[in-house]
């Protein structure tokens, strides 16, 4: 399987620079994989992030 990262290493990053704590493709892919595990919310999203990060 291709790294699916990749398909949004091309997009360009919106935010003002000295916000960015994460990458945007890092974000996107989280976003997907928690809605597709059952995430209904921003704050569904976050807590899926903070649970996959070991």
């Given at each position: ?17 000295r ?34 990060l070991?």
């Amino acid at each position: 399987m291709n790294n699916p990262l990749k398909y949004f290493a091309e997009l360009r990053d919106p935010r003002v620079e000295r916000n960015r704590e994460h990458l945007l493709e890092d974000i996107l892919l989280i976003a997907i994989a928690a809605v597709l595990s059952g995430a209904e919310s921003w704050n569904d999203i976050a807590e899926y992030g903070e649970d996959k990060l070991e």
